[in-house]
């Protein structure tokens, strides 16, 4: 089990930038599968950043260039740094993580944390 809480949201000018924090209950060292993810008013949850299958790092074209997922794992968080943001990226952005226990996938949600840019 993990508990995950996001913090670092807010409202911000578009063009600004934001860092978002996403803080574990438990060692993350072990946890591969972590990431992010947004909901927007009326929109379906999608991933914006994430850690996959071999620590590699995946970002959709909506965000590249502009969002970087890290790590710290002696601090137990993950971290999404937003750059060059836009109001579509306007949303409520959660923290994932998906951890194996006893041979099955659970995933794991913050309650998550809400970005607003204005333009």
């Known amino acids: 089990q993990v508990q995950l809480v996001e913090s670092g949201g807010g409202l911000v000018q578009a063009g600004g930038s934001l860092r978002l924090s996403c803080a574990a209950s438990?060692?993350?060292?072990?946890?591969?599968?972590m990431g992010w993810y947004r909901q927007a008013p009326g929109k379906q949850r999608e991933l914006v950043a994430g850690f996959t299958s071999g620590s590699s790092t995946h970002y959709p074209d909506s965000v590249k260039g502009r969002f970087t997922i890290s790590r710290d794992n002696a601090k137990n968080t993950v971290f999404l740094q937003m750059n060059s943001l836009k109001a579509e990226d306007t949303g409520v952005y959660y923290c994932?993580?998906?951890?194996?226990?006893?041979?099955?996938?659970?995933?794991?949600w913050g309650q998550g944390t809400q970005v607003t840019v204005s333009s």
């Open positions: 438990r060692s993350i060292a072990g946890i591969n599968d």
């Open positions: 994932y993580a998906r951890v194996l226990t006893s041979f099955t996938l659970k995933d794991y």
